[in-house]
């Protein structure tokens, strides 16, 4: 992909959803309500979210067709579209982009990373990336991949070691290996697998990035004696399943039964020096040997503790979130916004999944678009990007982007 340029003065956003179940109808009725706020401009990108039913090249084919070539597309199928209209399954959601005088954007993909070193692959990816960008800056970058949780950290170490380990990179991983939903990666015309399509955005863009969790502490904290990337097979020197055993006064049979339940509200969180809260991973396996297979790295010599959440404390992180991504934009207002949302969360607040939305909203207002996807893992600095902190691999956390004027 080239670098793409707009002449314009501010920004533009516009989005479309569709609930319409054939995928031409779908596509065209999306595309036509986003482009109602574009003012016939040609967008410089578009973002597409879209249920499995639409994740086929007959999709993003017909996409292509009424953006034409000078629209960068990425984005990626999920269990469900986020929007302004709530959270919606079986649908399509577009999100149209022009960027400000000054601002640019380039679009890349990485494929087959499962046949390479993700450290690598990474690499490569933030080489593409970086293609036209020279004596331009770079603001931010946003990733959205498929990989198990130890290709992810490789790949995003390769990719941070090109763009720089300060610069904010905010991302999502949707491949969940616990319950087997095979997501798909859109990068132009193809829907991808076993890949990532990354986007970079330079040129003095204003833009605000929150991220909460809601888990709080729940009993003593606990040290990883033996650990290999996501595999944790010692805590406190005993088998990494007597955590759960002790708690739950079970045995290792009875702890597989739970294991759903487990991963949903009972995640490990990692204490980080630079955080402010701790860092959570979820349980994708529990293993005959006693060993914790977790949704990110664990390193070995971690402080770790046993994490548990309410609805009014993942809501209260819903309005953190929102608050702390709304404030960096100084006053000005907000024209687009893009949230991740664990979908942890959404199964740990079940019915009252839509009031994060409300909530978004209220801090936006009504008519600002939104659009976002129910995330496997979230990928985003955890201090201030005010000095452009470290991006780390998150579980369980809701995500907000906000690009203003």
């Not at 095979?182 to 990035?209: C, H, M, T, W």
């Not at 207002?365 to 201030?384: D, F, K, M």
Request: aromatic fraction near 8%; hydrophobic fraction near 40%.
């Amino acid at each position: 992909m080239g670098i793409y340029y707009s002449p314009m003065n501010n920004i533009k956003a516009g989005f479309g959803l569709s609930l319409k179940r054939d995928y031409l109808q779908a596509t065209r009725d999306a595309f036509q309500q986003a482009q109602k706020n574009m003012e016939k401009e040609t967008a410089d990108l578009a973002i597409v979210i879209s249920s499995p039913e639409f994740a086929h090249s007959g999709t993003l084919s017909a996409l292509k067709n009424f953006l034409g070539p000078a629209t960068a597309l990425i984005g990626a199928s999920s269990r469900a579209v986020i929007s302004n209209y709530g959270i919606s399954k079986q649908s399509l959601g577009v999100l149209l982009l022009k960027l400000p005088q000054g601002a640019y954007c380039n679009a890349a993909c990485i494929q087959k990373i499962k046949d390479r070193e993700p450290h690598e692959a990474g690499e490569e990816l933030g080489e593409k990336l970086l293609r036209g960008f020279k004596g331009i800056r770079k603001d931010f970058g946003l990733i959205l991949s498929d990989m198990a949780p130890k290709e992810n950290s490789g790949l995003i170490a390769g990719l941070q070691e090109r763009l720089g380990l300060s610069f904010p990179l905010i991302g999502a991983s949707l491949l969940d290996e616990l319950n087997l939903f095979r997501p798909s990666i859109y990068f132009e015309q193809q829907p991808l697998k076993d890949s990532a399509a990354a986007i970079i955005i330079g040129g003095k863009l204003n833009f605000g990035v929150g991220v909460k969790h809601g888990w709080r502490p729940l009993g003593k904290p606990r040290l990883v004696t033996k650990s290999e990337n996501n595999v944790v097979y010692e805590i406190n020197g005993a088998s990494a399943t007597n955590l759960y055993e002790e708690y739950f006064n079970c045995d290792l049979a009875k702890l597989k039964k739970e294991l759903a339940r487990i991963s949903v509200f009972y995640p490990v969180g990692i204490h980080v020096k630079e955080a402010q809260e701790y860092l959570l991973r979820s349980v994708a396996s529990i293993e005959d040997n006693g060993s914790l297979c977790f949704q990110g790295n664990i390193p070995e010599g971690s402080t770790i503790r046993l994490m548990i959440a309410t609805k009014d404390s993942c809501l209260e992180a819903t309005k953190y979130a929102t608050r702390e991504a709304n404030s960096y934009l100084g006053g000005a207002n907000a024209k687009l916004v893009l949230v991740f949302n664990s979908f942890s969360r959404y199964k740990l607040l079940g019915d009252d999944s839509a009031k994060d939305i409300d909530i978004i909203k209220g801090e936006f207002g009504e008519n600002t678009p939104v659009i976002g996807l129910l995330s496997c893992g979230e990928q985003a600095p955890l201090a201030s990007i005010d000095y452009r902190g470290k991006a780390y691999f998150l579980n369980h956390s809701i995500l907000v982007l906000v690009i203003g004027d």
